[in-house]
């Protein structure tokens, strides 16, 4: 039985790909009615919603299959190629939305019909506006990269839409065609500069780049939770990266060398449900590599009875972010990352 944030995804998709066909058709029946440069900025970006929505529609089919032994960390970075190749559609769309805008300016424009093209736009920017923050609202919900950037997409669409409205507005109350086309120009610049954005977040998730504010998050609460757990002497070279909507994390946790096995498995289970609190989900697989005490640790242990203790406690080390990601200083052997 599929849970409740799959079927949320499906359902989104779908009803962004049905509405993005409805309002290509529309768009380009008013381009026709119309020969606006701008009405054809927005035609040209809905095309580009319906492919792009078309491939996120199959890649979200792809997130949501399990890991098997080809793919044994699941398929959920098919996400961010997906945003990746979007941001990229919507650059080359606002490329020849430039062209043919330039084209207006020097051959001159032969608008008509502004009224009815006018109405049509104002109706799609309506749509696009509720269908865009539903979508982001939905990808935030079930922390979906791809519903999430299918829904700035669909925004930047609805922004294309109320540029086109406001062009037509110009063109109709002052006679002066040039407006579409220049309108139209500002709209491609605006559309590159988001999918750059798109492209740009969609390289930094596949080179899995840490969020500062989550790593941060992540050492604030393990630090107020050690205090509970005297034996947790030092935690460092800890590592997160996401795929799909599951986080993978691994470190290097020290503790007292006369610990059971059956007590730093437990351990690793403690942290890895600290963890599911704060990424606000259950899908978190933590890889604990346990490091043994050295003399070296004493000063570091909090542990007042402790049989082999060969120096005074003297204070605990802050667990910042920056610490929990760094190596260990009093462990010589750690050089690199493992």
């Not at 949501?64 to 699941?74: E, I």
């Not at 050690?226 to 947790?232: E, V």
Request: with cysteine; charged share 20%.
């Amino acid at each position: 039985m599929e849970s409740k944030d799959i079927s949320l995804k499906k359902k989104a998709a779908l009803i962004s790909l049905i509405i993005g066909f409805l309002m290509f058709t529309g768009k380009m029946g008013a381009y026709l009615l119309t020969n606006s440069a701008a009405i054809l900025s927005d035609a040209l970006e809905s095309v580009v919603h319906v492919i792009a929505t078309s491939f996120a529609f199959y890649s979200l089919y792809l997130s949501l299959r399990p890991p098997d032994k080809k793919y044994p960390y699941g398929y959920g970075k098919i996400e961010y190629f997906s945003a990746g190749f979007e941001g990229a559609l919507i650059i080359i769309a606002a490329l020849s939305i430039l062209y043919y805008a330039i084209h207006d300016i020097i051959a001159g424009s032969n608008i008509k019909e502004v009224d009815i093209g006018a109405i049509v736009v104002f109706i799609a920017s309506a749509v696009n506006v509720i269908l865009g923050l539903y979508l982001i609202r939905s990808g935030k919900k079930t922390k979906s990269i791809i519903l999430i950037a299918d829904g700035k997409h669909v925004l930047t669409d609805a922004y294309t839409s109320i540029g086109a409205f406001i062009a037509l507005l110009l063109v109709l109350f002052t006679n002066n065609t040039l407006f579409d086309p220049i309108v139209a120009i500002i709209l491609a610049l605006n559309i590159i500069w988001t999918g750059k954005r798109l492209v740009h977040e969609s390289v930094l998730g596949l080179m899995n780049i840490t969020e500062d504010s989550l790593l941060d998050d992540i050492a604030n609460r393990l630090e107020t939770e050690r205090h509970s757990h005297l034996k947790w002497i030092d935690m460092h070279m800890f590592r997160y990266w996401k795929s799909g909507g599951k986080y993978y994390t691994d470190f290097h946790l020290t503790v007292p060398n006369y610990m059971s096995v059956t007590e730093g498995h437990q351990t690793a289970h403690d942290i890895e449900d600290i963890f599911k609190e704060v990424f606000h989900t259950e899908s978190v697989e933590a890889l604990v590599h346990l490091d043994p005490c050295k003399p070296e640790c004493c000063k570091l242990c909090r542990m007042e009875e402790c049989e082999i203790r060969t120096e005074k406690f003297s204070g605990a080390l802050l667990w910042t972010d920056k610490k929990i990601a760094d190596k260990a200083p009093y462990l010589v052997e750690e050089t690199r990352y493992d």
